[in-house]
Structure formats: C-alpha cells, structure tokens
C-alpha cells in the first residue's frame, strides 16, 4: 500500500541550559597627592655710612689772609707799574711764529709702527685688481682679475666686500661676493651713497651696482656692448655738476676714449653723454714693451691716439681733468666745450696742456685735495712727479724704490703727505723730505708688486693696497699721519711757490 506524505511523530523534548551572566566583581579605590610642603623665609640686609668733611679752621684763616694781601695797596700799585710792560709782552708773542710749529698733545703715547692685516677673498688665482672705499669708510671693495691676457678675457671676475665695523668681519671671509662676467680693472664708490660702486671691466664694460639689493640683483645699470669702451678701462671717477648734488660717471680706457656716462632715472642701461679720444702726435705715438709680470699688458693701436691709463678730475669743481698716458705724456684737457651742445668727437678737445712725464706708462694721476693747481703723477720707471699745473715741469720728482708704481694718491687731512704703492707702501712727507719717502710698510710678503691703492677718506689712517696674489693689505697709520698737523699747509704752498713763471 501507498504511504502518506505527512505523518504525526512523537520526539523527546529538548533541553536548554540557561547562560545568564555571572555576579561581576567591583572595587572601590582612590588616589591622592602627598601633602605641600610650604616654607617661608626672608632675607634683608641693611647698611648705612655717614660721612662728613670740613675743612678745617686754620686752613680757612689761611685763605682769609692771602685775599688780605691780594687787596695790599702795595701789590696793587706794583701791578699798576707793571702793567703796560705785560701787556707790550704778550701782544709781542700774539705776534710771533716761534712756536707755530709746537702742538701740545695732552693724549697718551701713540703706536710706533703701523698695524696691518691681509684681507683674503679665497678666489683661487686672481690678482686683486682695484680697490675702493665707500663714503662711511667702514667698507673696503675689492676687484679681482687678471692682467695678462692674450686675447679678448674670457676668464669670470669678482666684486669682494668687508665691513670693518661688524663684529663678524672676518679676513678671510668677505661679507659680500659678486661674480662678474669678466675680470674687474677698476672701482669707485659713490661720493655720498655708501652702498653704490661704479665698476669697470677688462672688456670694455661699465657698471652701477647696488649692495643693498638681493643677492644677484646687485647690477642696477651697464652700459650697452655697441657704446662700450673697446678695450680695458682704466679708471673710473665719480663727476659732480657745479652747484649741484648731482654726479655722472667718468671712464678711461686703453683705447684712447674718454668717456661721461649718464643714467636716466628708472633705466638700467647707462647712456654716453659725451666721449672724446686723446691723440698722439708722430715723435710720441711709440708703444713702451714692458715685462708683462710687472704691469697690464698693451696691445698695440692706431698709431693717431694713445691708450689713456689714468685720470683725475680737479678737485675745485672745474671742467677738467689730468690723464696719465700709455707712452709716458701727461696731459690736461679742459672739457667745458665736450660738454655744449653741438660737439663732434671727431674735432677733439683743443685746451690742451701737455707736462713731462717719465720714461714709460703713466699708470696714476691725482690732483691735490688742498692745493688746487698741484696734481702727482706715478708710473712704470718709480719715480714720482708733483706738478703746478701752469708748468710743464715737474716742481719735484721724490723716488721711492725704482721699482713700478700702480698707484699713488694724496692724503686727505695732510695736504704735505702722499702715497705710493709698489712691492712697499711709501709714505712721502714734504715737510721732512722731497726727495724719498720717510717711511715704507711692508704689505703683503714684501715682495709681491702691488697692483692698487685706496686711501680712507672717512678715517684717513686707514690705506688699502692690492697685490698680483690676491691679498688686499688693510694698513692702520700711526697717529701723526692721519691728523693734519700745524705748518702741513704752509709746507705746500711753498712748494706751489716754486712755480717758474717762466717756463
């Protein structure tokens, strides 16, 4: 039979065991910190000292007694008597020049010898080629280079600075660091604005930089590469309008130009305002070959101008300046026409005065901060030379070592004192010698020959030299050199007074 689908069916039942949660165990517990220790104390101190002074009794008397005596009608009628022969005395010594030459120094006993320390920028093979003080005096520039070259420069050159005033200067670590795109040749600090340098290169180049801006945003303004000098410039000078506060920028090159350069206000390049080229006659046109470890190299040139190696504007504020020339000559050009409107290079500068100069390149001139119509000259053969600038002949030609001179400069507060750099620095002083100098530094190693020079304006005891290793030797005067003393001016004037009218 079928069985059914679904059926009925009985099972045992099932049994669950209950799992209902366990007692949980509990604790109370507390914490706390242990109790503050308090303490209390206090400390006073007290001190008094009284002090007092009398003079005493006798001691007054005494002083009683001198006035008495200085109302004496015997005293008074000696004075009376005496009176007009004291008088005649001290209006006789007003009147005398015996002790002008005297000054009493109340100060301590000054250093003996000067003080000098090597500046190193760390630039590998460089010569430092210029030198410059900015208007504070408290910062030395240095230009890096070098000078012999056989053709157009390819090497990169340097702009250095140190502070002397910051307590990190340190000797051998400039502040400041400035690659150029060529060797460096010549450097002038703005007269009034401590942190502008006028720069001139091997190339041809001139430029304006700025050292309180960003570091590679130094270069405020150059000159365009078509209106550049085109060989190296020589010097480079700060110019001041007349009755004015207003300055351009002169350069000088090897290539026979002069050049006035003007910037407008919010442009970067430097315009030429004026130029001018110094030309040569036949019997002074030659070249003078010269070892080229001992100076910059020439190239020859057109036989019609003649390389400009230094100048120097008058210091009077009128339109003319003294150059130093490449085959010895020294000339003198007033430059009021280069400045009318109208004037064509090419027709030259016709206010010409020329002076004898040495035996080869004249490689620095400067005109005298207290007597205007003197300027020095200094070059190749060692010799120095003081003109009057209405002579053709040097007044005196005092010699420092023979060996040749880069640089020389006067001082700033001695009108009596200059200064000339070859492997010494000289110091000549006209009131004790016209002939040699009346001390020589030794700067560097003594025999390195120098390739630059600046004098502190600000802080006359300082002198910067430049040398062909790289050093820059910062020397520190001694006293009597960096204050005018009395007779410094009456030493030069008589010195102006040897003019010869007749020349």
Same mark, same amino acid.
């Given at each position: 039979?079928?069985?059914?689908?679904?059926?009925?069916?009985?099972?045992?039942?099932?049994?669950?065991?209950?799992?209902?949660?366990?007692?949980?165990?509990?604790?109370?517990?507390?914490?706390?910190?242990?109790?503050?220790?308090?303490?209390?104390?206090?400390?006073?101190?007290?001190?008094?000292?009284?002090? !007092?002074? $009398? #003079?005493?009794?006798?001691?007054?008397?005494?002083?009683?007694? *001198? %006035?008495? @005596?200085? =109302?004496?009608? +015997?005293?008074?009628?000696?004075?009376?008597?005496?009176?007009?022969?004291?008088?005649?005395?001290?209006?006789?010594?007003?009147?005398?020049?015996?002790?002008?030459?005297?000054?009493?120094?109340?100060?301590?006993? !000054?250093? $003996? #010898?000067?003080?000098?320390?090597?500046?190193?920028?760390?630039? *590998? %093979?460089? @010569?430092? =080629?210029?030198? +410059?003080?900015?208007?504070?005096?408290?910062?030395?520039?240095?230009?890096?280079?070098?000078?012999?070259?056989?053709?157009?420069?390819?090497?990169?050159?340097?702009?250095?600075?140190?502070?002397?005033?910051?307590?990190?200067?340190?000797?051998?670590?400039?502040?400041?660091?400035?690659?150029?795109?060529?060797?460096?040749?010549?450097?002038?600090?703005?007269?009034?604005?401590?942190?502008?340098?006028?720069?001139?290169?091997?190339?041809?180049?001139?430029?304006?930089?700025?050292?309180?801006?960003?570091?590679?945003?130094?270069?405020?303004?150059?000159?365009?590469?078509?209106?550049?000098?085109?060989?190296?410039?020589?010097?480079?000078?700060?110019?001041?309008?007349?009755?004015?506060?207003?300055?351009?920028?002169?350069?000088?090159?090897?290539?026979?130009?002069?050049?006035?350069?003007?910037?407008?206000?919010?442009?970067?390049?430097?315009?030429?305002?004026?130029?001018?080229?110094?030309?040569?006659?036949?019997?002074?046109?030659?070249?003078?070959?010269?070892?080229?470890?001992?100076?910059?190299?020439?190239?020859?040139?057109?036989?019609?101008?003649?390389?400009?190696?230094?100048?120097?504007?008058?210091?009077?504020?009128?339109?003319?300046?003294?150059?130093?020339?490449?085959?010895?000559?020294?000339?003198?050009?007033?430059?009021?026409?280069?400045?009318?409107?109208?004037?064509?290079?090419?027709?030259?500068?016709?206010?010409?005065?020329?002076?004898?100069?040495?035996?080869?390149?004249?490689?620095?001139?400067?005109?005298?901060?207290?007597?205007?119509?003197?300027?020095?000259?200094?070059?190749?053969?060692?010799?120095?030379?003081?003109?009057?600038?209405?002579?053709?002949?040097?007044?005196?030609?005092?010699?420092?070592?023979?060996?040749?001179?880069?640089?020389?400069?006067?001082?700033?507060?001695?009108?009596?004192?200059?200064?000339?750099?070859?492997?010494?620095?000289?110091?000549?002083?006209?009131?004790?010698?016209?002939?040699?100098?009346?001390?020589?530094?030794?700067?560097?190693?003594?025999?390195?020959?120098?390739?630059?020079?600046?004098?502190?304006?600000?802080?006359?005891?300082?002198?910067?030299?430049?040398?062909?290793?790289?050093?820059?030797?910062?020397?520190?005067?001694?006293?009597?050199?960096?204050?005018?003393?009395?007779?410094?001016?009456?030493?030069?004037?008589?010195?102006?007074?040897?003019?010869?009218?007749?020349?």
């Amino acid at each position: 039979s079928k069985l059914p689908l679904f059926t009925d069916q009985h099972l045992d039942g099932a049994t669950i065991a209950s799992v209902r949660s366990q007692a949980r165990t509990t604790e109370a517990a507390s914490t706390q910190t242990s109790s503050i220790i308090r303490d209390d104390a206090a400390v006073q101190a007290h001190s008094a000292v009284s002090v !007092e002074v $009398q #003079t005493d009794i006798e001691l007054a008397d005494q002083v009683r007694s *001198a %006035e008495a @005596e200085l =109302t004496s009608p +015997a005293l008074i009628a000696f004075l009376q008597l005496a009176e007009k022969d004291v008088i005649r005395a001290l209006e006789d010594s007003a009147k005398s020049s015996a002790f002008d030459a005297y000054n009493v120094d109340w100060s301590d006993d !000054e250093e $003996q #010898t000067a003080e000098a320390i090597v500046l190193r920028s760390g630039l *590998a %093979e460089c @010569e430092c =080629t210029a030198l +410059a003080w900015n208007a504070g005096g408290a910062v030395l520039a240095a230009g890096y280079g070098h000078y012999d070259h056989d053709s157009w420069c390819t090497h990169t050159g340097a702009i250095c600075t140190w502070n002397m005033d910051l307590s990190s200067f340190d000797r051998n670590k400039p502040d400041c660091l400035i690659e150029m795109e060529t060797c460096i040749m010549c450097l002038a600090y703005h007269p009034e604005q401590p942190s502008v340098l006028a720069a001139g290169t091997y190339n041809g180049m001139v430029y304006v930089l700025d050292l309180r801006q960003p570091r590679g945003k130094e270069i405020v303004a150059k000159c365009m590469a078509d209106t550049a000098h085109t060989e190296p410039v020589s010097q480079i000078m700060w110019r001041s309008e007349v009755g004015r506060r207003v300055y351009s920028i002169v350069s000088v090159s090897l290539d026979s130009t002069v050049i006035f350069w003007t910037q407008k206000p919010g442009k970067q390049v430097l315009e030429q305002l004026r130029s001018h080229a110094v030309r040569g006659d036949d019997n002074r046109r030659e070249l003078v070959e010269v070892d080229p470890s001992s100076s910059p190299t020439r190239r020859p040139r057109d036989g019609s101008k003649i390389g400009v190696c230094a100048g120097s504007l008058t210091t009077d504020g009128s339109p003319a300046y003294v150059l130093g020339l490449e085959n010895g000559a020294v000339r003198k050009y007033n430059y009021s026409a280069l400045l009318l409107p109208g004037f064509r290079a090419e027709h030259g500068l016709t206010d010409c005065s020329e002076y004898k100069g040495g035996t080869g390149p004249v490689y620095s001139v400067a005109y005298s901060h207290h007597q205007k119509s003197l300027f020095l000259t200094a070059g190749l053969d060692g010799t120095l030379r003081v003109f009057h600038q209405l002579q053709s002949t040097p007044l005196l030609e005092p010699v420092a070592d023979r060996s040749c001179i880069m640089s020389a400069s006067w001082s700033p507060v001695r009108p009596n004192i200059f200064f000339a750099a070859s492997t010494q620095l000289h110091v000549f002083d006209l009131s004790e010698s016209q002939a040699a100098p009346v001390q020589s530094i030794r700067v560097s190693d003594g025999k390195t020959p120098a390739t630059s020079m600046a004098v502190n304006a600000a802080r006359p005891k300082l002198v910067a030299v430049g040398d062909r290793k790289g050093g820059a030797t910062v020397v520190t005067l001694t006293k009597k050199f960096g204050a005018e003393q009395p007779g410094d001016a009456a030493t030069l004037a008589a010195v102006s007074a040897m003019l010869r009218m007749s020349d």
